[in-house]
């Protein structure tokens, strides 16, 4: 009883070092966001904005050079925008953001 009790807790002091060399900054720099049918991978450290957050006319560009960008075509009432370094998915009407672009 008293070995298996030892070999518990080295595969327990095991697992807790292998979990803390992961390197955790590239898990939590990274997250995934829904866009439509697929999932996108963006950093999220350049995004300053999440997904519905609303935005306002005055701070937005409207991205018109999708194409030239390597963006895929926006869907039927929806628009790039860039803010700051950032680029987002958004519906046309309300700002409102759908998705982060990388």
Do not use: C
Not at 9 to 36: D, F, N, W, Y
Not at 69 to 94: F, H, S
Request: aromatic fraction near 4%; proline fraction near 3%; charged fraction near 25%.
């Amino acid at each position: 009883m008293q070995n298996l009790m030892k070999r518990y807790a080295k595969i327990l002091v095991l697992a807790t070092a292998a979990v803390a060399v992961v390197p955790m900054t590239a898990a939590a720099e990274r997250r995934a966001v829904k866009q439509g049918a697929k999932v996108k991978v963006v950093k999220q450290q350049s995004h300053r904005h999440a997904v519905g957050h609303r935005f306002r006319k005055q701070d937005v560009i409207v991205v018109n050079d999708w194409r030239t960008r390597g963006l895929p075509r926006p869907g039927r009432n929806e628009v790039y925008v860039a803010n700051g370094d950032g680029i987002y998915l958004a519906a046309a009407a309300t700002l409102l953001v759908k998705a982060l672009i990388d």
